[in-house]
Structure formats: structure tokens, C-alpha cells
């Protein structure tokens, strides 16, 4: 792992009225992760802890977390009663890692029990930027309409409608509380090892088994998303260089024949989108596949120039093949494209 040999920021004397744990030694930074057990989080801990600062992660604690030896546990729910507050009070950290904010209110709990960390970095998503008719989608691009807090469900209950707003507020929380300290993380789709979304997964497990496979649209629509490790870089980049204001994150953008044939798929079979919706064929099944036109297609060309100028670094899209590989190849996709609709397509477009 790539660690700087040093860091701009610079530790708190320790732990309002209590025991500053594992901070304040060694001249490490104190970071606090929310939502540190999760997917992009465990990768987050793992990376500030391998370059030597000390990590704090909190987390609902209802899932084993892949962690170090040396993070330290925190239990708390976003959605509880105190929003998971309880076991940061008496605490103080140099910064904060935000990968569980979904809810206005959520956010807004842990702004206020947070309020001397030395960077505040939210992890938002390219999904707040209203459907552009095409790209590159720019930090500057227009972002969605703000939903009041009064509409926000549970987490559990956000949907492509809701998600993004309710990131857009949440923005704006951190950022009026914030001003300078403020940092916003806008990846792409985020896969990677461990991946568990079953997006991305689907077309790398489809592409392992053998016989015709359905390739879908005429492989010169895009697909991008980025490495969950160029997140991670990302991250402790902007800790460590002490970076403000919002970034993109995205990856390589590739026509799908690229990315199909990067995959190693023997003997893909291109299926037309018109084909494809007369079959009757939601998008839903094919994971990512947003053909020019379509909803959200536009965000399928998301510009990084900006992350980086300022030191994000890409993975190459076939060592993200290869290294997500096992994770696809362990995972359920139950949502996707079933064997038995893809032989009928396949079967139709052969006889066509």
C-alpha cells in the first residue's frame, strides 16, 4: 500500500472530558468512520489504518466487519433513537468519514455531536445530479430538486426517486455546518471486491459460465463505474492533504463491447434495446445497461478530471475484472436476468 510519509493534519489534544482512546499517539490522525463495516467503509478503514492512522468505526454492529486488528468498534444505528450520537459524545476525532448518511436527519445528529473534527468528508453519490442529456457531467452540473425533511422515510424505504434529493440535502447539511472543512465524495457506481450489489457482479459471473451469453444493446452504449479501492486512495488523499469543496469519482468510461470483451465472455450474442423492450424487458434486469436515451443515461459519462488534478488514481478496468471475479462468482444475483429468460431471448434472436 501507497502511503504519503506525511500528513497535514494535524491531531486534537485528545477527548473532551474523557479518555481520548486510541488518538493522540504517535502523531496519528483520528479518524472516525460512520458506517465503517459496510462495503466502501471496511475498504476506507483498512486503507487509513495501513497508512498508520488510528481508526474509529461505527456501525449498527449487526454484521461481522472484515476490520484490522486496532480499528476500534463503535456501535450506534443512524436510525435509533439518539441516531447513533450516544457513543461519539466525549469524543473528539481530527475528522469524520461519512458513509452512512442517507437521512436529513441522520446527518444532521452527526454534524451536531461532531462539531470540532478538522474535515467533515460526506461520501454522496453522482445519483444527485438531475438526468443530463449527455455528459461529461461536471461538480458544476445542476443537482436535484431539494425534498424537505418532513418527506424523509426510513432508509430502508429510498428509492430511485427519493435517494437522490435526500443525498442533495444532506450535501447542503454538511456544508453549511462545514464551510471550508466540508468535503463531498460523489463516486459512480462503486464495485470492487466484496462488492455485494449484484450490479456489476452479474455480468462478471454471467461471463465465467460458458455458451452464448446475451449482451445487450449493439456494444457501443457506455458503461462506468469506479474501484472501490480508487475511493479509498481518494479518501485518505483528502485527509491527509486537507482537500475541501466536492469531487467526482468515476472511473474509465467504456462502450459495452469493450467491457464484455474485457470480461472474457466466449460468445456474446448483441441484443438490441428495441429488441430488448419488445420482449418486454425492464432495464432492471440487465444491471447498469442504460442505452443512449434512456433514463440516467447521461450519468453513465460522469467527469473525475477535477479528483484528478488533485490525486485520485484509476485502477485499470481489467484488474477490476480480475480482482471482482471471486466476489461475482460467490454471489446470488436473484434479481437479474434469469437463465431461462435469456435462453428464450437468445432463442428469439437467432430465429428472428
Known amino acids: 500500500m501507497e502511503c504519503a510519509p506525511r500528513h497535514r493534519l494535524q491531531l486534537h489534544a485528545g477527548a473532551r472530558g474523557g479518555s481520548a482512546g486510541p488518538a493522540g499517539r504517535g502523531g496519528r490522525t483520528h479518524v472516525l468512520i460512520l458506517g465503517g463495516t459496510g ?51 466525549r469524543r473528539t476525532w481530527d475528522a469524520c468519514v461519512d458513509l452512512s448518511g442517507y437521512l436529513p436527519r441522520s446527518v444532521r445528529a452527526s454534524v451536531e455531536a461532531l462539531p470540532d473534527v478538522r474535515r467533515y468528508v460526506y461520501v454522496s453519490a453522482v445519483a444527485t445530479y438531475r438526468d443530463p442529456p449527455a455528459g461529461p457531467v461536471t461538480e458544476a452540473f445542476p443537482q436535484r430538486a431539494l425534498v424537505p425533511d418532513d418527506a424523509a422515510p426510513r432508509v430502508a424505504d429510498l428509492d430511485n426517486r427519493t435517494y437522490g434529493p435526500f443525498k442533495v440535502r444532506c450535501e447542503r447539511l454538511v456544508q453549511a455546518a462545514f464551510g471550508p472543512r466540508a468535503t463531498v465524495l460523489r463516486p459512480q457506481v462503486v464495485t470492487g471486491p466484496g462488492d455485494p450489489t449484484r450490479r456489476y457482479t452479474y455480468w462478471l459471473a454471467r461471463a465465467a459460465r460458458p455458451g452464448p451469453m446475451l449482451a445487450p444493446g449493439t456494444g457501443q452504449d457506455h458503461l462506468q463505474v469506479i474501484d472501490v479501492r480508487d475511493v479509498a486512495r481518494f479518501t485518505r488523499r483528502v485527509l ?46 440487465l444491471p447498469l445497461f442504460r442505452p443512449a436515451g434512456s433514463p440516467l443515461a447521461g450519468l453513465m459519462h460522469v467527469s473525475s478530471d477535477r479528483a484528478q488534478a488533485a490525486g485520485l488514481t484509476l485502477t485499470d478496468p481489467l484488474t477490476t475484472i480480475r480482482d471482482t471475479t471471486p466476489t461475482a462468482l460467490r454471489t446470488d444475483h436473484p434479481d437479474a436476468l434469469s437463465p431461462q429468460e435469456e435462453a428464450a431471448l437468445l432463442r428469439a434472436a437467432r430465429d428472428a
Open 39 to 89: 462495503f466502501i467503509g471496511t475498504h476506507v478503514a483498512r486503507t487509513l489504518h495501513g497508512c498508520g492512522h488510528a481508526v474509529s468505526v461505527l456501525s449498527r454492529g449487526g454484521q461481522p466487519a472484515a476490520l484490522p486488528d486496532g480499528v476500534e468498534p463503535l456501535t450506534g444505528d443512524r436510525e435509533g433513537p439518539d441516531h447513533g450520537v450516544g457513543a461519539l459524545r
Open 240 to 285: 491527509e492533504e486537507d482537500l475541501g469543496g466536492a469531487f467526482n469519482l468515476a472511473g474509465p468510461r467504456l462502450p459495452w463491447a469493450e467491457f464484455i470483451g474485457l470480461t472474457g465472455a466466449p460468445d456474446p450474442v448483441w441484443i438490441g434495446a428495441d429488441r430488448l423492450e419488445a420482449a418486454g424487458l425492464t432495464l432492471s434486469k
